[in-house]
């Protein structure tokens, strides 16, 4: 594989650490006789027109890194798959949650993952999982979550918590959700097996152990067996919920709750009667309907 001699960096300045990162970039590249370049992401149309444009360039010689939170990960790849390029990213974590850092042990020291990324020789395939639903697409790195976990995130979406808080705003704000979210109806197949539950709080599909910022759900999930890995939570009390939380922070043991349920598998398709949030990799959405859900290949650099 042929090392780097330019550099291209995406950087989302409104992730938590976003500006830091920014103000620190041209001291770090002083280290190195590598040309550069930055794209800084906008909440409008006009990023995504210059992120084409920019993708599309990139020639055997530069190296794609991306700044920012999971979501801005995703923005990136969802850019990336809407143009059909299989281009290799690196990834710096600036964000709130990093749990794509977190499981792929990534460095949070800002020199150190510039440095792994120029010097990787080799790049790493991971899965990514593609949820489908007619003629919409949807991309996540880390994880597909519907109901509870979708409530959590919109209610991030408006709230300082975030920020302010860091890992701990998943925790803080799944409190107050769990009197927001009502259990409901899911149906899920997979090959010739359908499974249905008719009272849920929650359901994630992961692609490693972490989500919500480092809340380790399915321990066991490994992102390159191209399987979808579930964790499904049925109604439970606020006092079940309490001693769940502290379970998943003492010793990964929530697993083995009689009201909680894990498994595996190269796809299915989720059927949800009712509207529900949902979120892929921390941004929320409107749910409903049929959705399927299957893993892909992408290669990074780490």
């Not at 399987?227 to 606020?238: G, Y």
């Not at 939380?245 to 796809?267: D, E, M, R, T, Y």
Request: aromatic letters at 10%; charged letters at 20%.
């Amino acid at each position: 594989m042929t090392l780097p001699i330019h550099l291209v960096f995406i950087i989302n300045e409104h992730s938590r650490n976003g500006k830091f990162f920014s103000k620190k970039l041209p001291d770090i590249m002083k280290s190195y006789s590598l040309t550069y370049e930055v794209l800084k992401t906008s909440k409008d149309d006009s990023f995504k027109k210059s992120a084409v444009a920019l993708l599309n360039s990139l020639n055997d010689s530069s190296r794609l890194i991306v700044a920012g939170g999971d979501g801005t990960l995703n923005a990136v790849i969802t850019v990336l798959e809407s143009l059909n390029l299989s281009t290799t990213l690196g990834y710096v974590p600036t964000g709130s949650g990093n749990d794509f850092a977190r499981s792929h042990q990534l460095s949070f020291d800002y020199r150190q993952a510039i440095e792994q990324i120029v010097h990787q020789e080799e790049a790493t395939i991971l899965d990514m999982l593609v949820i489908s639903q007619d003629n919409l697409t949807l991309n996540a790195i880390n994880s597909f979550g519907i109901g509870l976990d979708g409530m959590v995130n919109y209610s991030l979406e408006n709230s300082k918590n975030k920020k302010r808080l860091g890992n701990f705003s998943y925790f803080v704000t799944i409190i107050s959700a769990y009197f927001s979210q009502k259990s409901f109806d899911v149906t899920i197949k997979q090959n010739n097996q359908i499974m249905h539950f008719p009272e849920v709080l929650l359901i994630v599909c992961v692609n490693h152990k972490y989500f919500g910022g480092g809340i380790p759900i399915h321990p066991q999930a490994v992102p390159t067996d191209e399987l979808v890995n579930f964790v499904i939570a049925e109604k439970v009390s606020f006092f079940e919920l309490i001693t769940l939380l502290l379970k998943v922070l003492i010793n990964q043991s929530h697993l083995s709750h009689k009201k909680l349920h894990s498994f595996n598998g190269p796809a299915c398709t989720i059927t949800l009667d009712s509207h529900q949030y949902g979120q892929t990799d921390g941004e929320w959405i409107k749910v409903h309907g049929n959705y399927k859900i299957q893993t892909k290949k992408r290669a990074f650099w780490i």
